[in-house]
């Protein structure tokens, strides 16, 4: 499996590392139990296209969110995450 | 109180060893140099702020910073690609140092000229010792002069960029690496040299 960093280009997997699964939303102060219990713990099983963080360890140091078919290793779109490259973000 | 004599060293000190390496009596394929005493400063943008560190360090450097995987030549420094919104500067002969570039560049800087190693590899077998080491392809088309990439060789991140071509036309490859590292990547690019003959050198210029 090959992942085009959205800085460097195409690169081999083993210069990125896995976080996981990109589309928990951490809960609002005050939320329920149950609402943190979902949020920290439980995870879809998804065969198919799943949303995930990778990061460039190995290059840029960056972390991207990648959408990748569990079933494939296909992926079809990679975007710098959330506060990757001080431009990419507001103040 | 004690007082100290502080004398720089470099990290490959001993494991470099001057003269030939690797295959006998046959033209050294490879040429593998160790550029010591540099200025190397990192400076990354702060959040949301990388148009104005692109504006003031052109006005220093009198060059657009490289804002992709490229390395920028001025008239007396490398302006080297490390990542988004960040670059190294390396130079030589107190140029460009955390006192020079602190009040000039509105970024977060860091002196890093002794915390890094440069090696520049060239030679007629440089690119085919390199596939041994780089997932990155260094065909001339792919990777032409200015080139850089923020890299992994042996699992080690390494900065890597195409240098200008020596005078009888090789290419030349520069390795950025963590000091710490240095000493066994050194080794790991000796064995992967060793086929095609390897000449080894330090010296002080800054190609
Ligand atoms: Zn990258």
């Known amino acids: 499996m090959r992942i085009a960093c959205s800085f460097c280009g195409e690169r081999e997997l083993g210069e990125f590392t896995y976080l996981g699964d990109a589309k928990p939303v951490r809960p609002e102060a005050g939320a329920s139990e149950d609402e943190v219990f979902d949020y920290v713990y439980l995870r879809d099983n998804v065969a198919g296209a799943t949303s995930e963080y990778w990061y460039h360890g190995g290059g840029c140091r960056a972390w991207l969110k990648v959408t990748r078919n569990t079933l494939t290793h296909e992926i079809s779109s990679i975007e710098p995450a959330a506060g990757a490259g001080a431009a990419k973000v507001g103040a | ?207």
């Open chain 2, 1 to 207: 109180m004690v007082e100290f004599s502080w004398v720089s060293r470099s990290p490959l000190e001993h494991a470099l060893v001057t003269g030939t390496d690797g295959a006998r009596g046959i033209e050294a394929g490879i040429s593998l140099t160790e550029i010591r005493n540099f200025d190397l400063i990192q400076v990354m943008a702060r959040r949301g702020q990388a148009a104005e560190l692109g504006q003031a360090a052109k006005a220093r450097f009198g060059v657009a910073v490289p804002d992709a995987p490229k390395a920028v030549r001025t008239s007396d420094a490398t302006l080297i690609w490390s990542g988004p919104d960040q670059f190294f500067v390396l130079s030589k002969g107190g140029k460009h140092t955390m006192q020079t570039l602190e009040p000039a560049l509105s970024g977060s800087l860091s002196d890093q000229s002794h915390a890094r190693v440069l090696v520049s590899i060239s030679g007629a077998k440089a690119r085919t010792m390199l596939a041994k080491l780089s997932s990155i392809d260094l065909h001339p088309d792919a990777f032409p002069v200015g080139a850089a990439a923020a890299t992994s060789m042996d699992h080690t991140s390494v900065t890597l960029w195409r240098g200008g071509d020596r005078t009888d036309g090789q290419a030349v490859f520069n390795v950025l690496m963590f000091a710490t590292f240095a000493e066994s990547l050194w080794h790991t690019m000796l064995d992967s040299g060793a086929e095609y003959g390897v000449d080894i050198n330090h010296t002080e210029r800054l190609a």
